[in-house]
């Protein structure tokens, strides 16, 4: 199918391609088996990317609510429904900014950092399995 589009399309590398809709694949299967681990744990990828966000910051005890969304790239609506998720789940808390009253700061509970603690041993298997020769990528 590849090679017959490439005689219609000028310039295009079958072999560029298919590797592509392999890369694709890959990456679906990938996020399948993501997936499926987090609901395992009650979370979704958002939300467990969440904790890691807040998490990461070591110099930091909690992060604007504001810089959540903009460091994950999404809406700030949807942030919100994320972090009011989180906030019922007992993961996180959000407490008002001593210099900003509008400003939302958002930490992890004790149950939130436990939680990450029992989720990203699995996380970080799931990565590593899914690349080829990952010695040689060190």
Not at 27 to 38: T, V
Not at 40 to 56: A, C, K, N
Not at 89 to 97: E, F, K, T
Request: hydrophobic share 40%; no cysteine.
């Amino acid at each position: 199918m590849v090679n017959g589009y490439a005689e219609r399309f000028e310039g295009m590398d079958p072999s560029k391609v298919l590797g592509a809709l392999e890369l694709m694949r890959s990456g679906s299967i990938l996020i399948r088996k993501l997936d499926a681990y987090f609901a395992t744990h009650d979370l979704s990828q958002l939300r467990f990317l969440t904790l890691v966000l807040i998490d990461r910051e070591p110099e930091r005890t909690a992060l604007a609510a504001n810089e959540i969304a903009e460091k994950l790239d999404v809406s700030r609506p949807v942030v919100t429904r994320t972090l009011q998720g989180l906030q019922q789940a007992g993961l996180i808390r959000i407490s008002g900014n001593k210099d900003d009253a509008r400003a939302k700061e958002v930490s992890l509970t004790p149950l939130g950092e436990s939680k990450l603690g029992e989720v990203l041993p699995g996380y970080f298997g799931i990565l590593h399995d899914a690349m080829p020769n990952s010695e040689a990528r060190q």
